[in-house]
């Protein structure tokens, strides 16, 4: 039920990779000391869009066990498959930013492989037992779909994600297959015509320790990304229960659905986490990965 960056790796990097994470440390480093007279803006977008995927990913978990949607297969992947579709499906949180969920889409993307270069490098333990798929998976599976969900127009995702081109063309039937998926959930557990305001939600943001969260705090607000995400959960959903989401410290870096509490929480931890590993972050962006015609 919860998810945090993690070391998840698997075979060693070869030495040209490597490389590249020692490049990209110390780049890091450099933009560290710079943040400290403030945080640098296009990695804060990293960190706000990083969040985003996280909180629909946590909606997930809260809408299965609430709903008590059965699930196939480990729950993680689920909540990472509603996670991915969502965003790429789902009507612009804001009309004027029509391909900002691309974009938040693809910094999660980054930090899945950000998170795993990082890794590799230390020589962390595989996780091969846990609940969450490796992080590197992660990265190719939201690659997979995007490109799955227009080939035309993400024609260049398969280059810039590393994936095959037999792959890729089998990205188009799993996406299909993720869709239908999403439509019998909406269809059986989503709300129905005539449904009640269903019970109500609570947004709470304690204060933020350092200046990166106090800052991404202050970007969340002011385009108050997560009372339009919970506006969108009870628009698509009538909820049983009332429920929680906080913003606050929590000892570790981690977003977690507690449902013992009803309480969604986003660790101050966690933004500070993800704010270091975009400083590192190899770009993957929404040039690389559309058609040539239109950059």
Request: contains cysteine; glycine residues 6%.
């Amino acid at each position: 039920m919860l998810i945090a960056i993690a070391a998840c790796c698997s075979q060693p990097l070869q030495a040209a990779a490597q490389k590249r994470i020692r490049a990209r440390e110390s780049t890091a480093q450099t933009h560290q000391q710079q943040s400290e007279a403030g945080a640098r803006t296009d990695t804060i977008e990293f960190v706000v869009g990083n969040v985003e995927y996280l909180l629909v990913h946590e909606f997930a978990h809260l809408l299965i066990s609430e709903k008590n949607i059965p699930i196939v297969g480990p729950v993680e992947n689920a909540a990472d498959y509603i996670a991915t579709m969502a965003l790429l499906r789902e009507e612009p949180l804001d009309p004027t930013q029509r391909d900002r969920a691309e974009r938040f889409l693809l910094a999660a993307a980054k930090a899945f492989s950000a998170s795993w270069e990082a890794g590799t490098s230390k020589g962390a333990e595989i996780p091969y037992w846990g609940e969450h798929a490796l992080s590197i998976q992660r990265y190719y599976q939201i690659g997979c779909l995007l490109y799955g969900r227009d080939p035309a127009e993400f024609a260049r995702v398969p280059h810039a994600f590393g994936f095959s081109e037999e792959r890729a063309q089998s990205c188009v039937t799993e996406y299909a297959r993720a869709s239908r998926a999403i439509d019998w959930v909406l269809q059986t557990y989503g709300r129905r015509p005539g449904d009640g305001p269903g019970a109500e939600s609570e947004i709470v943001y304690e204060k933020a320790p350092t200046l990166v969260s106090t800052t991404v705090v202050e970007r969340l607000r002011s385009i108050e990304l997560l009372e339009r995400l919970v506006a969108r959960l009870h628009e698509r959903f009538t909820l049983d229960r009332p429920f929680r989401l906080v913003m606050r410290s929590c000892g570790r870096p981690e977003a977690a659905w507690m449902p013992d509490r009803r309480e969604l929480a986003i660790c101050y931890e966690l933004i500070d986490t993800l704010y270091r590993l975009g400083l590192g972050a190899a770009p993957v962006g929404l040039d690389d990965a559309r058609r040539l015609d239109r950059r």
